[in-house]
């Protein structure tokens, strides 16, 4: 089988051995323009000789839960092997059983604060979340939360997901409470405020993404800085993107892996988490606007090319709730967004 070496990960041999004898990874949730996974699942499959079989790409961090829930006597391709969800769903996972420990040979230069200490969830990444504002549609850039009520944003402002089951969106609302009068311990001031978006006529209730943000559909998303930073580039500047981190309620959101209790191919999801906290996986959430939980790993080691590391963001001043403060947030937001809000979010038609 070929196999393409990959600089700073060397696969220990006996646990390819047996993900290849499985053949297959089944990951879930996972968008190619993702915090530079699209690179990383490319090199990974080349130095493991896997195939990798990616479910749902733009399924929210809910939807990875009902799938291993839903899949837990199919061993077939909807049955994920590894998720990759937002901070608050770890512990929900772990409380229903769906997960199981792992821990990667890297364990020790983990974040401490960002894993589960039996090794059932373990964080990744994390980034702040922003405005992603095409400039060709949108001339006064909003600079805080509190703009986008403005008239002049009229059938502007959307949300990157489904705040009833995506992590991103659910997040969305809690920093936005932050900005308008809001804490950490209570949420409900981020749904009064999309209610008054939306009454105001400025909120489109569309998921939004590169397509509907380049199209001016949506020309104002609120999304995480590394897809917002994504989006940029690969547009350009047909049309310019400018990428705004709110001057108030400056949110951090972690993400965090696991191991699916069902997995179909446990072999090949060990190998895959063994490759991301490896520093080539590390360097490829960088290179994709992300900060990656050994971070500070890497940098008492200088093994951050200084080219990378001009291109990433400012997210200093940036607050990241506790697991209580994300799961009270989610139950407020997800339980009562459709009656207090008065809208549904769904994906734009194609």
């Known amino acids: 089988m070929s196999i393409v070496p990959v600089a700073g990960f060397t696969p220990d041999a006996t646990l390819l051995a047996a993900a290849q004898k499985e053949g297959t990874l089944n990951i879930i949730a996972i968008p190619t323009d993702w915090c530079g996974y699209g690179p990383m699942i490319t090199a990974f499959a080349g130095a493991t000789g896997l195939k990798i079989n990616s479910i749902t790409p733009d399924a929210g961090s809910g939807d990875e839960l009902t799938a291993i829930t839903s899949n837990k006597t199919n061993a077939g391709p909807q049955a994920p092997d590894v998720i990759d969800v937002g901070y608050s769903f770890g512990a929900q996972a772990v409380s229903q059983g769906l997960l199981q420990p792992y821990k990667v040979a890297t364990w020790s230069t983990i974040d401490p604060k960002t894993v589960d200490p039996n090794g059932y969830w373990y964080g990744d990444y994390y980034g702040v979340l922003s405005f992603a504002v095409n400039t ?66 400025n909120f489109v209730p569309t998921v939004g993404g590169q397509g509907t943000l380049a199209s001016g559909e949506t020309p104002i998303l609120i999304t995480w ?95 990241f709730a506790s697991a209580a403060q994300l799961a009270a947030a989610k139950t407020l937001i997800t339980g009562n967004w459709k009656s207090e809000v008065g809208v549904s979010v769904a994906t734009a038609a194609p």
């Open 136 to 201: 060709s549609v949108i001339k006064d850039v909003p600079t805080d939360w509190k703009d986008l009520l403005k008239p002049e944003y009229a059938h502007s402002v959307a949300l990157a997901g489904d705040p009833t089951a995506s992590n991103q969106a659910i997040q969305s609302v809690e920093a936005s409470a932050l900005g308008n009068g809001g804490t950490l311990d209570n949420a409900q001031a981020g749904l009064d405020f999309f209610k008054q978006l939306q009454q105001a006529g």
């Open 225 to 319: 800085n590394y897809l917002a930073q994504g989006y940029a580039d690969k547009l350009a500047g047909n049309p310019a993107i400018k990428v705004v981190i709110p001057a108030t309620g400056k949110f951090g959101g972690i993400y965090v892996q696991g191991i699916s209790a069902y997995a179909p191919h446990p072999n090949a999801a060990k190998l895959w988490e063994e490759y991301l906290y490896s520093d080539a996986g590390q360097l490829g959430w960088l290179a994709g606007y992300c900060y990656p939980t050994r971070y500070a790993d890497l940098v008492s080691r200088s093994v951050i090319p200084q080219a990378l590391s001009a291109k990433l963001p400012d997210v200093s001043g940036a607050v």
